[in-house]
């Protein structure tokens, strides 16, 4: 089997991962579906084995949920949580017999060589892996019309990744291109010189030991609680409502990037 | 959207994310779990759109801002929106399950900012309770 240019190095440090993107590398022209679906099983295995050094519980659990615990304690950066659920997400629309066109698993193929060199540096503490730039495999020329299609699968392939971005960065607190630590610094130091006044002035705190115990009561016992249970449940039913609509939202737009897709590659756009 | 509706907006989004921020750093850490739950709240609970959260956080807007000018803000509020904030804000400090000296000290600030009684402020305790749960469900990722 041809060593692969992009992921051979990964031999040394994960064999099956490196195994899984090779043969990604050698579908992404020929089978798309099939790359994403090798593709998401490497991540998969990826996150499986960084599950084991930091929640080994979760070992058993859905790639959706390893991946949140590994975002939760802060051991994938955003952008490679990123990178990841977009392998994810294509790789299963892959696995539920979708079309795809070649541009969309060429990108995710870019984003798994961009995790590559991450990932060794984690398993393997202390190593110094040297990841080389990217290169597209090589493939034979194209048609005109192949082509021209590419080059269509690469504009959507953009369209949807600056889609993908905004809806990022409205959800985000604080937005990618802003210094957190920086700001965090100057918030806590101007709330502390507020505490200061509030101190000397003698004002007192809204009753931490009340907030203390709607924090550790259980939602369940929060729900029956003869005070709060009627407006809480209503609460609940107002909330989840709300949030199931903007979730209803995003996963729309999801769907329309995928049918998108489908079409390009049935050529019907 | 006519301009002054999206500068509403813009004004509201910027109030929000600035008094979440300022909760979201108060024990002095800035963990991811307390981070995509603010976009969302604001997304669902104060119904901002996508453009308007993105714009609110822009250097002109949000960069610009002091805790002062968040209070004023929240002062100037109408009474629902001011409760709303409230209780997101609550959401955000029970995500890590404690409360930390400075963070009740945010908390009080903004309730006597918007003018809560202790009863109205009771009320947004429970509803962030409610509302992180829904957000958080990850009691066996913490196991």
Redesign the interface.
């Known amino acids: 089997m041809p060593n692969s240019n992009n992921f051979g190095f990964m031999d040394r440090y994960d064999q099956r991962v490196g195994r899984l993107a090779g043969q990604a590398e050698r579908y992404v022209y020929t089978d798309p579906e099939s790359c994403l679906f090798k593709l998401r099983l490497m991540v998969e295995t990826m996150a499986r084995t960084l599950i084991e050094m930091q929640?080994p519980?979760?070992v058993d659990s859905d790639l959706s949920?390893m991946l949140?615990?590994l975002?939760?304690s802060?051991m994938l950066s955003?952008a490679h949580a990123d990178q990841m659920h977009a392998i994810r997400r294509d790789g299963n629309s892959a696995v539920h017999g979708e079309t795809t066109p070649g541009p969309t698993a060429m990108r995710r193929l870019h984003d798994a060589h961009r995790l590559s060199g991450w990932y060794c540096r984690i398993v393997k503490r202390g190593a110094k892996v040297e990841l080389h730039a990217f290169e597209p495999p090589p493939r034979q020329s194209l048609d005109a019309k192949k082509a021209a299609e590419w080059k269509k699968g690469e504009a959507l392939e953009s369209t949807i990744e600056k889609q993908r971005q905004?809806?990022r960065?409205?959800?985000?607190?604080?937005?990618e291109t802003?210094d957190?630590?920086a700001?965090?610094k100057s918030?806590?130091d101007?709330?502390?010189g507020?505490?200061e006044i509030?101190i000397e002035a003698g004002?007192?705190?809204?009753?931490?030991e009340?907030?203390?115990l709607?924090?550790a009561?259980d939602?369940e016992k929060?729900?029956e609680h003869p005070r709060?249970g009627v407006?809480?449940k209503e609460?609940?039913a107002r909330?989840?409502a709300?949030?199931n609509?903007?979730r209803e939202d995003l996963e729309s737009k999801e769907k329309s990037f995928r049918m998108q897709r489908q079409e390009l590659a049935r050529g019907e756009d | 959207m006519s301009d002054s509706m999206l500068n509403t907006q813009i004004q509201l989004a910027t109030t929000w994310f600035l008094a979440a921020r300022t909760m979201a750093v108060a024990d002095g850490n800035v963990p991811k779990v307390k981070e995509a739950a603010a976009g969302l709240y604001a997304r669902a609970i104060l119904e901002l759109p996508e453009r308007v959260c993105i714009e609110a956080k822009q250097p002109g807007n949000i960069g610009a801002l002091k805790i002062e000018d968040c209070l004023l803000a929240v002062r100037n509020l109408p009474r629902e929106l001011g409760e709303k904030i409230m209780t997101g804000v609550m959401m955000i400090a029970y995500s890590n399950k404690a409360m930390h000296p400075l963070e009740v000290r945010w908390a009080s600030m903004l309730a006597s900012a918007i003018g809560l009684s202790e009863e109205d402020f009771q009320r947004c305790c429970v509803g962030a309770r409610v509302i992180a749960t829904m957000l958080n469900p990850s009691d066996e990722e913490g196991a």
Do not use: C, G, Y
Not at chain 1, 203 to 208: H, N, R, V, Y
């Open positions: 929640a519980h979760l949920t949140r615990s975002e939760r802060q955003r905004q809806t960065e409205a959800l985000l607190l604080f937005s802003e957190t630590n700001i965090a918030l806590v101007e709330l502390k507020w505490d509030a004002e007192p705190l809204i009753d931490a009340f907030v203390a709607v924090m009561m939602i929060l729900l709060f407006p809480s609460a609940h909330a989840e709300q949030f609509a903007v």
